[in-house]
């Protein structure tokens, strides 16, 4: 780890003073800094990089934020497979592994030790209307379409390799990488998947039909759905960033994109006690006998 790139969200408090403490810590042992634009100009440190320019600049980009942040960061420089880490600024953030009191720390183990990485799938998800690509984006966490402001339920009709799964009937659906199963899917009823698992989750939102659950699927699965709505105003959500308003008859089609999502694994703990504190499960009762 010779260069390091700094991403943060300039909306919270002591991003600036966080990112300088890194900085100052990265440039006395030798490493070389690159910035976001936004931040070198927030804590005047010159004009910055773009984030495409950074992550083909860098061996590791610090993200400081949460999970809004590292989302867009994802999308940003995922054709350069660059192992990302965050920093913890937000509430809660499952992909901000790292906390502020950590920080240091973690970056003198990667310094001397190296870091692991894991890998994320991606989903590529296309919006046709009537014939023509109208949106095309890349996703870490989910797609979801919804009903927006309609009155009504939505009938979602949906293939999984051009065979005909179901028509939900709900007030949206939700198709989501192993990453996303801990974000709107998991408030929506859908299961906690693993993210080294390669499959991808389809979850309706509630369905008029309670017999429709949640599904998942095989990670090389290639799934279609067409929204037949009497009214105007369903919207698709990707990564809960990207909106599109869409009109019946137009045709979302989602499957694993051959980008991934690099991101570096916490020295300090892994994925079970991740879950453990970020949904205030409980930890082993005192004296209890593990072997048990």
């Given amino acids: 780890m010779k260069k390091v790139g700094i991403v943060a969200n300039t909306a919270k408090e002591k991003a600036g003073d966080y990112t300088q403490r890194l900085r100052t810590w990265c440039l006395e042992r030798g490493l070389e800094v690159f910035l976001d634009k936004g931040i070198a100009q927030a804590i005047g440190a010159g004009p910055g990089y773009d984030r495409k320019q950074l992550a083909a600049m860098v061996d590791i980009i610090a993200v400081f934020g949460g999970d809004g942040t590292m989302l867009r960061t994802a999308r940003a420089v995922r054709e350069f497979n660059v192992p990302i880490v965050g920093i913890n600024l937000g509430a809660f953030g499952y992909l901000t592994e790292v906390n502020l009191n ?6 003198e183990i990667f310094r001397q030790q190296g870091f692991l990485t894991e890998k994320r799938m991606m989903l590529d998800v296309t919006v ?3 014939g023509t690509v109208v949106k095309k984006r890349t996703v870490l966490n989910d797609a979801v379409i919804n009903r927006g402001n309609l009155s009504r339920i939505v009938e979602m009709e949906t293939e999984v390799d051009g065979k005909y799964l179901n028509t939900f009937k709900a007030d949206g659906l939700i198709v989501s990488t192993p990453t996303g199963s801990t974000a709107y899917s998991l408030s929506a009823g859908g299961p906690i998947v693993f993210p080294q698992h390669d499959s991808i989750i389809i979850n309706p939102i509630c369905p008029h039909t309670l017999t429709n659950r949640p599904v998942i699927l095989p990670g ?24 599109h308003t869409l009109k019946s008859g137009d045709v979302m089609t989602i499957q694993r994109s051959h980008y991934v999502t690099m991101l570096v694994a916490s020295p300090h ?3 079970l006690e ?4 970020k949904l205030g499960w409980g930890g082993l009762p005192a004296g209890l006998n593990r072997t048990v």
């Avoid at 950590?102 to 970056?107: H, N, S, T």
């Fill in 128 to 130: 046709e209307s009537e």
């Fill in 220 to 243: 090389e699965a290639a799934i279609r759905v067409i929204i037949w709505s009497k009214e105007q105003g369903a919207t698709v959500t990707l990564d809960g960033q990207v909106f």
């Fill in 274 to 277: 991740i879950l453990r504190s």
């Fill in 102 to 107: 950590e920080m240091i720390d973690a970056f």
């Fill in 269 to 271: 703990r892994d994925y």
